[in-house]
């Protein structure tokens, strides 16, 4: 790897690839008005975008426009993830305002009826499948989407990549425009993706963290350590259509969309003790959904065929819930979802239409 030059700021060596990207950084957001948004997770990719972002900022004296990280919080993020990624953008508030950058960070959160448990435990919803995959939308893409689509025009930063698979690479192609850095948002015209880091490999991410020491917040060993106990990120924002984010990825404790949870139980054999009890609840789970017994034999529309978890699969699933709090000693449910949820099943027992026969 050849470093020729250095941060003005922190005077650490910073690559050649690194500098061309904070350059283009730095063209892009002087160029106009457009607001923008980064997209992070806390993974390698996302934090790699925003320690360019960062960088390119910091050498510019003139911050015109705001730029605003946003952070979706599920409700049913992996714990230790989450705690990570929260400590580091409370860093990052104190950090940009230390260097005068124009850095807003914003955590967004599902609406209340489409968090997961208030859709399983209170609507009856099975756990997700790839079949009936209804989580994505709710859980991560609308939250973050509410926000951007405030604007008439946008700008979202994503650590999107070529080369991370063949199916991915179509999927970007797609989407592709005039510049190799920008990608179409579906069908909206109102929002464009950039990503500086689009023709980077995962040794270029690695560096990219390494070599930069700025921003202090972003700790490439800490990252590496989790992707080291863990595996790789979740979407942040539909970047490209079907993107399916519960591949062994930093996603949903969760989430029964993958046969096993690869991440976390790799991040118990490295010693997340506390994991454990919320991994047996997973794969509690993801066996129950299929039991007959607990689904009612007509869905909500009245057609027959596997319907809605019934009453009472959904209190058993609420207790066992709320054991597995007690076992880990971590919040894993909020008071203001118990008590929709509880509503919810009485507009069930009062709906004289609703049955589970
Ligand atoms: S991690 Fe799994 S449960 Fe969570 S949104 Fe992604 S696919 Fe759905």
Not at 18 to 28: A, F, P, T, V
Not at 50 to 56: K, R
Not at 109 to 131: A, Q
Not at 320 to 345: C, F, V
Request: charged share 30%.
């Amino acid at each position: 790897m050849i470093l020729t030059t250095f941060c003005s700021k922190c005077l650490q060596p910073i690559t050649n690839k690194d500098r061309n990207i904070i350059n283009l950084i730095q063209r892009e957001y002087t160029k106009d008005d457009v607001p923008w948004y980064i997209g992070y997770s806390g993974g390698k990719d996302s934090s790699a975008v925003l320690t360019l972002v960062f960088n390119a900022l910091v050498e510019i004296k003139k911050h015109h426009k705001p730029v605003e990280i946003i952070y979706c919080d599920t409700g049913v993020e992996i714990p230790t993830i989450s705690k990570y990624v929260k400590s580091t953008l409370e860093s990052l508030k104190l950090e940009s305002t230390s260097f005068n950058l124009p850095f807003k960070v914003t955590i967004a959160k599902p609406k209340l009826d489409d968090r997961y448990f208030v859709k399983v435990i209170g609507r009856g919803y099975p756990p997700p499948t790839n079949i009936f995959r209804w989580c994505t939308d709710r859980l991560r893409i609308n939250p973050v989407k509410s926000i951007i689509d405030n604007n008439a025009y946008s700008i979202v930063l994503l650590g999107v990549r070529l080369g991370e698979s063949k199916e991915r690479d179509k999927t970007i192609k797609k989407h592709n425009t005039d510049s190799k850095y920008y990608l179409n948002q579906g069908t909206s015209t109102k929002t464009k993706i950039f990503s500086p880091i689009i023709d980077y490999t995962v040794n270029d991410v690695w560096a990219t963290l390494k070599f930069n020491a700025l921003p202090y917040s972003i700790d490439h060993s800490t990252i590496g350590q989790l992707y080291k106990d863990a595996g790789s990120e979740c979407p942040v924002y539909r970047e490209t259509k079907g993107t399916p984010c519960g591949k062994g990825r930093f996603g949903c404790w969760t989430c029964t969309v993958v046969r096993q949870d690869k991440s976390v139980r790799s991040m118990i054999e490295h010693g997340y003790d506390e994991l454990k009890p919320l991994f047996e609840f997973r794969n509690w789970l993801s066996i129950f959904r299929d039991q007959a017994d607990f689904r009612c034999k007509v869905r909500r529309n009245g057609a027959s065929g596997l319907g809605p978890i019934t009453l009472v699969g959904r209190k058993m699933i609420l207790q066992r819930l709320l054991e597995t709090e007690i076992k880990s000693d971590l919040r894993l449910i909020e008071k203001e979802e118990i008590l929709r949820i509880k509503e919810l099943w009485q507009v069930d027992e009062d709906n004289s239409g609703y049955r589970e026969k």
